[in-house]
Structures are given as C-alpha cells and as structure tokens.
C-alpha cells in the first residue's frame, strides 16, 4: 500500500511559477513509476508528466512541455512538479499518481494509486 500527499499548490498570477510536492509513504517508492494529472472544473482528469522509477525519463503532455519539470528524490520519497509560465488555463486540482511501470502511464484509468489532489489557481 503506497500512500501519496500533495502539497504546494495555490493562488499564483499568469506568469508565476509553483513547485508542487507528492510525498510517499513506504519503503517501496522507488518500484514506482511516479506522475501527475490534472482535473479542470467540469473537465475529465488529464495526463500531465511522468517519471521513471530512477528519475532517468521523463514525459510530458505537449502543453506542458517547456514549462513544466518533472523530478523526484529518491532519497525523499517524494515527486515534484516544477510549473513554470503559469496560465489561467492551468487552473485545476493537481493529482499526484504511482504506478510499478511507465507504461501507458498517461491513462488515468490504469494508476495504482492516486493522492487527494492540491488546487492550483492560476489568476488573470
């Protein structure tokens, strides 16, 4: 059982940056596939970046590409999503997910486990 806590998000202007942590309980976080998604209000959960079990590779949703940084501590148990360049658009509850291999680790219907989320404002 691998329980996962967000952290970090809040009310930030167009253009801000916010660095969201996942932190994991266990001592099996490193057999994990780390990753985050995303739910805008009245909008279907989406995939935003991924991880591997050793930080090695990384994936992105195209929209997120350039602004947003996956990575993850080992050491720490914990997952962070660097999101640069903020727009009203981002706005969402953030989910953090795990899951033992990346593969198809953009479907949200095939995650292992899932965090409660932390709400991202991003303000005009």
């Known amino acids: 059982q691998v329980q996962l806590v967000e952290s970090g998000g809040g009310l930030v202007q167009a253009g801000g940056s916010l660095r969201l942590s996942c932190a994991a309980s266990g001592r099996t976080f490193v057999t994990y596939a780390m990753g985050w998604f995303r739910q805008a209000p009245g909008k279907e959960r989406e995939f935003v970046a991924a991880i591997s079990r050793s930080g090695g590779d990384t994936y992105y949703a195209d929209s997120m590409k350039g602004r947003f940084t996956i990575s993850r501590d080992n050491a720490k148990n914990t997952v962070y999503l660097q999101m640069n360049s903020l727009k009203p658009e981002d706005t969402a509850v953030y989910y953090c997910?795990?899951?033992?291999?990346?593969?198809?680790?953009?479907?949200?219907?095939?995650?292992?486990?899932w965090g409660k989320g932390t709400l991202v404002t991003v303000s005009s």
């Open positions: 997910a795990a899951k033992t291999t990346l593969l198809n680790f953009r479907s949200v219907d095939s995650m292992d486990y």
